[in-house]
């Protein structure tokens, strides 16, 4: 079973609306969080990176939340753009792994106009 | 550019043909990762350098598999025997130090197709 799992596999939203994507984790204890954007055809490009102690982090319309309790954490994407259209991947790093990163299965979101 | 560069972009080859994947990193760089995404697949870590300590193979699938990184800098991951199981798009990324909070940056990745 995959330590990080992503909902939904995907999704459909149209131009201007919001979305929320969801990660779960099962490894602990962990270093930090990130959030990557991966266009089709590219390597993933990190979006953002939270400690266990950061509840929130935000970079431009996407924010990401962290609840180091329930082990979950969320990216919202506000006022979505066609250029949103990308798989989004949650990952983990492990510091007692090696500092290695363990990968959602991503969620791919299509912005239609 | 000042990026992570991979060669060949793609790669098609024959079941049972060796192949080389090439990375050149961000240049300063001490480490080195090469992960591989499957089809349908989240991204899966195969190995990694640091410096001149020896490689984390620990994520190599099988013996066929091997990289090394001469100087410090630009990596090559070898596949002998290819099977059809090792289509899939292989990705490099660096770093400027393996604390938890570097940041990795990846390059575009190199599709590997076996026929």
């Known amino acids: 079973k995959n330590q990080v799992e992503q909902s939904p596999q995907s999704l459909i939203i149209l131009e201007g609306k919001n979305c929320t994507l969801q990660?779960?984790?099962?490894?602990?204890?962990?270093?930090?969080l990130r959030w990557y954007k991966q266009d089709t055809g590219r390597g993933p490009v990190s979006l953002t990176i939270?400690?266990?102690?950061?509840n929130t982090k935000s970079n431009g319309r996407y924010t990401a939340t962290l609840d180091a309790d329930t082990k979950q954490s969320s990216l919202h994407i506000t006022a979505s753009q066609l250029s949103d259209s990308a798989s989004y991947i949650c990952v983990v790093l492990i510091k007692a792994a090696g500092n290695k990163l363990t990968f959602g299965g991503g969620t791919r979101v299509l912005v239609k106009p | 550019g000042a990026g992570v560069s991979q060669s060949p972009s793609n790669k098609v080859t024959e079941k049972g043909k060796d192949v080389e994947l090439r990375c050149d990193p961000i240049s300063g760089h001490t480490a080195l990762y090469w992960y591989r995404q499957s089809l349908g697949q989240g991204l899966e870590f195969l190995i990694y350098f640091q410096g001149n300590s020896a490689p984390d193979k620990s994520g190599l699938p099988s013996d066929r598999f091997s990289a090394e990184r001469t100087g410090g800098s630009v990596s090559t991951l070898t596949i002998q025997r290819t099977q059809q199981e090792d289509s899939a798009v292989y990705l490099c990324?660096?770093?400027?130090?393996?604390?938890?909070?570097?940041?990795?940056?990846f390059g575009p990745g190199t599709r590997l197709t076996v026929l």
């Open positions: 939270m400690t266990f102690s950061e």
């Open positions: 990660c779960n984790y099962t490894v602990s204890p962990f270093s930090n």
């Open positions: 990324a660096s770093s400027s130090g393996v604390s938890s909070y570097n940041e990795q940056f």
